[in-house]
């Protein structure tokens, strides 16, 4: 019998009894405490009528009671789909009817979707039901381990998947990434990602509480004040982030001086880390930040970089334990060291698939594998490094180009805050690279200077055509860029020189 999620953190709790568990401003809990809590807030969930089984959606905030809640849904079998408050409402009503859900749980008095049962969280973790949950016809199809949670992917290509992790899938990622990485029992976690996000729940909110650490969530990075105060009064040492996390972090040491002091693990996720945002943060606080590669459907952890002391700037690290990773061709061949290929992936973290999505999992689980629809390589001592997305390749005269090369090159270029790289198609010459650019606060960019510069530091087949200031790019909730919601203004230059 596999353990679930519930059994190890009792286990755990009986471990480290004695030590704090969970911190967040004043408030403190033990793992004496723990369990016990937990299991109150799920005998609510029972009485209220929410059955095992059955999909809740979760809207709400970074804090001790929205994670509290989660626990208590794995604890009575209820599987929890966490998504963010920044949603849109009829983007909410959209994944409720995906995921056949009975219940929404939203925060204090913000009240959705009135035709849909509810309940709020109030400020101090009550529970008030303001309708019955509704029953659920669908089904999670029998496996091994039970699922344990549901995550919407970051919705980089349109609505997202719904994925099925189950509780062996996380737990195997945890374990695996915990053996790899240099971190210990004795460390302390400092909790700022968003929980809907999966990085975020499964390494900075679970990992602590199933090996024995101390968590301690800061529910917002505004104030900064309010981070460092917890960050100083608890003595956290491991922090993750994502590059506009870090990005924010150097922005702020440049207007006013702080430190981070003890932190001595920080790992960036989410996406691909720019070279400019790393060494901004690196140069303003004196730590190294480690990068790893991970996907919502490897619950999510594929690789990371072990410890600052071995690291490879640029690299996503060494593959876990528990995942097998190959890098294929069109034609499923594995390539040579080396060679870029999508990466492929098998092994005790991936999902057993999108829920009530039979087309999608036909196209991404097939023959055991999990396609990532990822680019990446790998070189002769197995360290990944991820190019891109497939479906993003640009090819320009028969080569291909991938667009984050091109991305990070823009980024070096004076008084650029963002880029986004795409292909055209042009009847004639067949696709072109355009290259969308967000100016810093203050600066002003030309097209031409832009090209002029990349010039000097791509082969010609790389350099940006088409460039077009724009004053923002829409992004995720976490920061990553939905190339596919990009619309053009009209004002691109196509510089020809």
């Known amino acids: 019998m596999l353990e679930t999620i519930p059994q190890r953190i ?41 059955k095992s089984g059955s999909r809740v959606l979760l809207v709400l905030p970074n804090n001790w009671f929205a994670l509290r809640l989660i626990l208590a849904c794995f604890e009575l079998g209820v599987v929890p789909l966490p998504v963010s408050p920044r949603y849109p409402e009829h983007f909410i009503e959209k994944i409720f009817s995906l995921a056949d859900a009975s219940l929404i749980i939203t925060w204090k008095e913000k009240v959705l979707a009135e035709n ?67 971190i210990s029992p004795e460390d302390r976690m400092l909790g700022v990602l968003p929980m809907f996000h999966v990085f975020g729940f499964s390494i900075a909110y679970l990992l602590p509480l199933v090996k024995g650490m101390m968590l301690t969530i800061v529910p917002s990075l505004y104030p900064l004040d309010g981070l460092l105060e917890s960050l100083k009064h608890y003595q956290s040492t491991v922090f993750l982030g994502v590059p506009a996390l870090f990005s924010i972090l150097a922005g702020a040491r440049a207007r006013q001086k702080f430190d981070l002091h003890p932190l001595r693990l920080l790992i960036c996720g989410g996406d691909a880390l720019p070279s400019r945002v790393r060494e901004n943060f690196e140069n303003a606080f004196g730590l190294k930040i480690i990068e790893g590669y991970g996907i919502t459907e490897a619950s999510p952890v594929v690789s990371v970089n072990p410890s600052p002391e071995v690291r490879i700037p640029g690299s996503a690290g060494l593959v876990i334990d528990a995942i097998h990773l190959r890098i294929v061709d069109e034609e499923g061949n594995e390539v040579a060291p ?23 999992n036909a196209r991404s689980f097939r023959g055991g594998w999990f396609y990532t629809g990822d680019l990446g390589k790998k070189d002769e001592k197995g360290i990944l490094y991820i190019e891109g997305r497939k479906k993003e390749l640009i090819i320009v005269s028969g080569f291909n180009v991938y667009p984050r090369e091109v991305e990070e090159v823009i980024m070096e270029f004076p008084g650029v805050a963002q880029s986004a790289v795409i ?49 923002e790019l829409p992004q995720t909730v976490t920061g990553k860029i939905m190339k596919y919601a990009i619309k053009s203004s009209g004002a691109e230059v196509e510089v020809k020189e």
């Open 10 to 50: 009792k286990r755990v709790a009986r471990e480290y009894r004695d030590k704090i568990a969970v911190s967040q401003g004043d408030f403190t809990l033990r793992y004496s405490e723990l369990v016990g809590e937990i299991e109150q807030v799920a005998r609510e969930l029972d009485r209220a009528g929410v």
């Open 116 to 182: 849909l049962p509810q309940a709020l969280l109030e400020e101090n973790g009550n529970l008030i039901f303001r309708s019955k949950p509704l029953s659920f016809r669908e089904q999670f199809p029998a496996l091994e381990s039970p699922v344990a949670a549901l995550f919407a992917t970051s919705g980089t290509s349109g609505i997202p998947k719904l994925v099925m992790l189950t509780h062996h899938n996380i737990l195997s990622d945890i374990d695996s990434c915990f053996d790899l990485v240099d």
């Open 338 to 360: 080396g060679e870029v290929g999508e990466i492929v992936l098998s092994g005790d973290p991936i999902s057993p698939g999108y829920f009530r999505n039979p087309e999608e």
């Open 423 to 471: 292909g055209v198609k042009r009847d004639v010459r067949g696709e072109l690279i355009k290259a969308y650019v967000v100016p810093a606060e203050g600066a002003t960019l030309e097209p031409l200077q832009i090209v002029r510069f990349c010039k000097q530091r791509l082969p010609h087949y790389k350099v940006p055509r088409i460039v077009e200031i724009v004053k």
